[in-house]
């Protein structure tokens, strides 16, 4: 069995900052590719930033140069560290990752965490 849990939402004010960790637990061999996801009321879930085992990282346009993504390899966890934070970055994060474990490759789902920009 594993688990992706994020942490770290809340409410926050505009130009605000965030760090949010989603941390992996259970049978796991290997990591592969992470991401975050967020999905805002009425839309569709939108990749947020994803980053390679290796630490390569891309970004969606609307969150470049005010989102960071990172990972921890040892402790199975990763983060985003979100800065100047606006109303439209309000939406529920969810994490995502590409998993070895118990000889087979499954992608897991995190519960979610909801982010809230307002003043």
């Known amino acids: 069995q594993v688990r992706l849990v994020e942490s770290g939402g809340g409410l926050v004010q505009p130009g605000g900052s965030l760090r949010l960790s989603c941390a992996a637990s259970?049978?796991?061999?290997?990591?592969?590719?992470m991401s975050w996801y967020r999905q805002a009321p009425g839309q569709q879930r939108e990749l947020v930033a994803d980053?390679?085992?290796?630490?390569?990282?891309n970004y969606g346009d609307s969150v470049k140069g005010r989102f960071t993504i990172s990972r921890d390899n040892a402790k199975k966890t990763m983060y985003l560290q979100m800065n100047t934070l606006k109303p439209e970055d309000t939406a529920v994060y969810y994490c995502y990752a590409d998993i070895y474990g118990l000889g087979r490759f499954t992608t897991y789902w995190g519960q979610g965490t909801q982010v809230t920009v307002s003043s």
């Open positions: 980053i390679s085992s290796s630490g390569n990282s």
């Open positions: 259970g049978s796991i061999d290997s990591i592969y590719d």
